[in-house]
């Protein structure tokens, strides 16, 4: 995984608090939103996005940036690839 | 007088315009409902209409026979809210006044890339003429692969499109066709149903019926000429028979008073219920944007928070009152069984009606008598 810092943050969403399904939708719904290539970043608090958002990004074939450890919260970055 | 204005007369328009009008004459409330449709229909009977043949009228009541005496219905469509005026504009330019508004607009459908009526192979079953078009399909089905697949989240009902495959499956065997039919259930997430506890046992009960669950499987559109369902994600789902759930969004009115999110739902205090950045506006139902259930269940039990806060303000204090996210709703799993989903912000769903049983089937079908003649009427 590369360094977050060195990536351009296109599309930010904030989902704390949301409970599931709506972070996965969110960032559904901004993945179809950006450009190839570009980084969305993510952030949740809800406890299933740990294992939901990596196995989607997989099956849609996208790639996970980097995921991170927050207090009370994950951050999630996700480059739209096709 | 304290004049409430209630748009949208749906069951949560009309429950909460019901339980108002209990308190009406203590705390001289002038209601008003605003609904252009004269009657109301039983939406959660179509997963059961969907597999029989008695008529759809039967779901059907008029307006004046839910309505309590002291709610003045205009049949006429609300066009847009001016919150700043306190002020509601319905659809012949007549302006009318309130000191407390309630919105319970519901959701629409999109048709976008196609129409559902013009479609001989793609259903629905969340409106009586998609309900009837479906059944005179599936009347005539001899074999083949129907696809089962929401198109948005959220959507209204969250177990219905799981109670209709159940349904679809119950009804094949019935028939002695399963064995010629492949019943393919199409997700976005990684399990079939929004909550989880029920949602592992969705899964299980999928399994052994021979229904086949596709995981992260989002609407994208339909390939109508090769009868394919393509995902976001890029799979291409063959089929023969396709129900999609309708595209839903919130409706124009909400977008067009600036009230709504991008799809145009309301952003509502998940507690209070009133919307954020409006004290002395309420939302209930499929309009909002709570973190639960788009179900007729959640109105029921959060219409006594806003009679208590909209009481508790005319009093001059504080909207004091919490919904805690309280819902009860069955899942239907075949002809004669159900689950019983309880669950609220504070806790999942109790296990104990996890468990199919006869006695919560019993329930689901007594639930119309109830839902016409004491739920939508405010008496409980």
Redesign the interface.
């Known amino acids: 995984m590369k360094k977050m810092s060195k990536e351009k943050i296109s599309i930010s969403i904030d989902a704390r608090g949301?409970?599931?399904?709506?972070p996965?939708?969110e960032l559904?719904k901004a993945i179809?939103q950006a450009e190839v290539g570009e980084i969305v970043e993510l952030l949740s608090s809800e406890e299933?996005s740990l294992?939901?958002i990596p196995?989607?990004i997989e099956?849609?074939?996208h790639e996970l940036v980097d995921m991170i450890k927050e207090d009370g919260y994950n951050r999630f970055l996700v480059r739209k690839t096709? | 007088m304290n004049k409430i204005i209630v748009i949208g007369g749906g069951f949560s328009g009309l429950t909460i315009a019901n339980k108002l009008a209990k308190k009406a004459r203590k705390y001289k409330l002038d209601i008003t409902l605003i609904e252009p449709k004269d009657h109301n229909f039983y939406e959660p009977d179509l997963i059961f209409y969907a597999f029989n043949n008695k008529k759809l009228s039967k779901l059907y009541k008029p307006m004046h026979k839910l309505v309590r005496k002291r709610v003045n219905h205009i049949g006429m469509r609300a066009k847009k809210v001016e919150t700043e005026k306190k002020k509601v504009i319905l659809e012949d330019g007549t302006e009318l006044d309130y000191d407390y508004l309630v919105l319970a607009t519901g959701v629409k459908y999109i048709e976008k890339d196609f129409k559902y009526s013009e479609q001989k192979h793609i259903h629905h079953f969340y409106s009586p003429p998609a309900t009837e078009k479906f059944r005179q399909m599936i009347k005539r089905f001899k074999g083949g692969t129907i696809v089962i697949s929401p198109s948005t989240?959220?959507y209204k009902c969250p177990p219905a499109p799981v109670e209709f495959t159940f349904m679809l499956d119950s009804y094949l065997k019935k028939r002695k066709l399963r064995d010629k039919a492949t019943i393919k259930f199409l997700y976005?997430?990684?399990v079939p149903f929004?909550v989880?506890e029920a949602a592992v046992v969705v899964a299980e009960m999928y399994k052994k019926r021979g229904i086949e669950f596709v995981?992260?499987c989002?609407y994208e559109k339909v390939d109508i000429e090769n009868k394919k369902f393509i995902s976001?994600?890029?799979e291409e789902i063959e089929y023969d028979e396709l129900v999609l759930l309708p595209i839903h969004e919130g409706q124009d009115i909400i977008k067009e008073s600036g009230l709504g999110d991008k799809e145009g739902y309301v952003p509502t205090d998940k507690f209070t219920l009133q919307v954020k950045g409006h004290p002395n506006i309420y939302a209930i139902g499929d309009c909002t944007d709570l973190?639960?259930s788009k179900a007729g269940a959640v109105s029921h039990y959060s219409a006594p928070t806003i009679v208590k806060n909209i009481i508790n303000q005319i009093k001059g204090k504080e909207a004091s009152a919490k919904y805690n996210g309280k819902t009860i709703c069955f899942l239907v799993t075949s002809y004669q069984k159900a689950m019983m989903l309880d669950f609220s912000y504070n806790h999942p769903s109790r296990k104990y009606g996890l468990i199919p049983m006869r006695i919560y089937m019993l329930f689901k079908r007594l639930f119309r008598f109830l839902y016409f003649h004491i739920l939508i009427k405010g008496i409980i």
């Open positions: 949301s409970h599931c399904p709506g996965m939708m559904i179809r299933g294992s939901d196995a989607w099956k849609a074939k096709r | 989240v959220p976005p997430l990684s929004t989880k995981p992260y989002n976001f994600e890029g973190p639960t």
